[in-house]
């Protein structure tokens, strides 16, 4: 069991939205997503930018902003 947390297989890497928390901005959510090595990062809105990041990265981004995981296109 050792790929596996609680019987559930860790991705390396999860699919986010975020949307900036009140004050913040696009630049430092940008900025913060360079920082812990975000992949195939675009600003989808005026509102929103999706990003590829690791699980770990989750808590340094939800101190910025609203973060919504999404699974890939084409998995249940």
Known sequence: MS???R???SPSRIHVV??????HTFQEILAVLEQ????AIDQI???FI????TPGS?????????VE???PHGLP
């Open 3 to 5: 790929k596996f947390t």
């Open 7 to 9: 019987g559930i297989e």
């Open 58 to 66: 989750v808590p340094s981004l939800e101190a910025i902003a609203f």
């Open 50 to 53: 999706s990003a590829e990041i």
């Open 18 to 23: 975020l949307e900036p928390r009140a004050s």
């Open 69 to 71: 995981t999404k699974k």
């Open 45 to 47: 809105s005026a509102e």
């Open 36 to 39: 812990v090595g975000a992949t």
